[in-house]
């Protein structure tokens, strides 16, 4: 019989998301006519901007003729668009980051599992805890740690704790780790890193020779202007880090699905014969094996988030979401909660009241108010008292489940 990788078997995700949806159908099936709001999940709701449609129609016309048409396209992605990207969003702030030194894909999800293949097995590898739980299933499944304990923390990995105590930045490690995954705005919490911080980061790996995974999915949310969006906006950065970019959230790509990952040229490891290897060359011999390019129509549509049209009309996408948290934060607050994030970001972190539980405030919105969040231990024990709400809605559902709060719930 064929043997299966037993790392799957230590899994103890998939159930997040799963005991969320099980809960709220088991409450609707109770209560059928309760208008049940969810802002919980973290996917847009907007359609699609209109030069990226446009694009992708002008595309699909091009596949139409034999002159135009197009098969297979480069692995890294169409030059057009990397050139796009690189002046755009890295050259335009300092950040010298040549077009051959970015990879379009399908997510960045996909990237920050996929990433684990040009590393080795005996990494120390720290993540934040609340954290995305994609890093953190990925070296499971990889076979990076052992068992998940009680709490859900795997053996093997770096926890660094975060909540309202540290500002809801993680502090350096205080040992020697190998791979650092940060991602700023964050999600869940919806916090943002400072130059400074970064900085402090940046001088850890170049110390301790560590590659830090900078994932940047939410950085077209960042409003404040002394905030970095790339990690490359910090000196020596290109010799310490990797950077994750997506179009799901800022152009509402999720089901359309086009990302890039940066990997500077200058960006080395260590293979065990001690020599040192340009990471750059791995990920690109990766990519040419086992990935056969984004769709050529889906590049055009990414493209076009650059244009003047585009780039006014994800303007406009993203300051609707940046409304929606605002309203959030600011009623919550009105009902006596504590919230964090939700400034620079598409989410916001509420500490649970009166010493509730993650999930016992998580039944409490659901049961008394009927709205739907997620709870904050499912990012991770340190998560526990938190909750996330997401802004990802339309205006008229965050009005209405904002109402519901203020009127029935009262914190003060
Ligand atoms: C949504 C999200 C992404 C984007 O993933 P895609 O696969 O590009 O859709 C990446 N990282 C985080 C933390 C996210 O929340």
Redesign the pocket.
């Known amino acids: 019989m064929a043997r299966i990788n037993d790392n799957y078997l230590k899994l103890k995700a998939g159930y997040l998301f799963p005991e969320i949806a099980r809960r709220v159908n088991a409450f609707a099936q109770e209560n059928p006519d309760a208008n049940i709001i969810k802002l919980g999940i973290?996917d847009v709701t907007e359609p699609l901007p209109q030069a990226c449609r446009d694009a992708m129609t002008n595309a699909i016309a091009d596949m139409a003729d034999r002159s135009s048409f197009k098969g297979y396209g480069p692995e890294q992605g169409y030059l057009w668009l990397r050139e796009k990207i690189a002046v755009n969003d890295f050259q335009s702030r300092g950040c010298a980051i040549s077009p051959d030194e970015i990879f379009i894909s399908d997510?960045?999800?996909?990237d920050c599992g996929n990433i684990l293949d040009i590393f080795g097995k005996d990494n120390k590898i720290a993540v934040t805890d609340p954290v995305?739980p994609v890093y953190v299933d990925t070296n499971v499944m990889a076979g990076h740690t052992g068992e998940a304990n009680d709490k859900g923390e795997y053996e093997g990995l770096v926890y660094l704790p975060i909540s309202a105590n540290n500002d809801l930045t993680a502090q350096l490690p205080t040992e020697s780790v190998d791979l650092i995954y940060l991602?700023f705005p964050n999600?869940p919490t919806g916090a943002t890193a400072t130059k400074e911080y970064l900085e402090s980061w940046v001088n850890y790996a170049q110390k301790n020779d560590a590659i830090i995974l900078f994932?940047a999915?939410y950085e077209a949310f960042i409003t404040d202007t002394s905030l970095p969006h790339s990690i490359y906006e910090i000196e020596g950065a290109r010799e310490c880090a990797i950077e994750?970019r997506?179009f799901?959230?800022n152009a509402g790509f999720?089901g359309t699905r086009c990302?890039l990952t940066v990997v500077p040229k200058t960006l080395k490891g260590k293979a065990s014969d001690g020599s040192e290897v340009e990471l750059w060359k791995l990920w690109n011999r990766r990519q040419s094996t086992k990935f056969n390019g984004v769709s050529y129509i889906v590049q055009r549509g990414a493209e076009a988030v650059y244009s003047d049209a585009g780039k006014a009309q994800i303007n406009e996408l993203v300051s609707f979401y940046l409304e929606n948290a605002q309203i959030i934060r600011e009623e919550l607050t009105k009902a006596g909660l504590t919230v964090y994030g939700g400034v620079n970001a598409p989410y916001v972190w509420v500490k649970t009241p009166e010493g509730l539980s993650s999930w016992d405030f998580f039944d409490k919105l659901l049961h008394h108010v009927n709205i739907v969040g997620t709870p904050g231990s499912g990012f991770g024990a340190a998560g526990e008292g938190y909750f996330r709400l997401s802004a990802f809605n339309s205006r008229d559902n965050v009005i209405e489940a904002m109402k519901r709060i203020t009127t029935n719930m009262n914190f003060n």
């Not at 997510?107 to 996909?110: D, H, L, Q």
Request: charged residues 20%; aromatic residues 12%; positive net charge.
């Open positions: 973290g997510g960045s999800k996909c995305y991602c999600n994932d999915a994750f997506s799901s959230k999720t990302a």
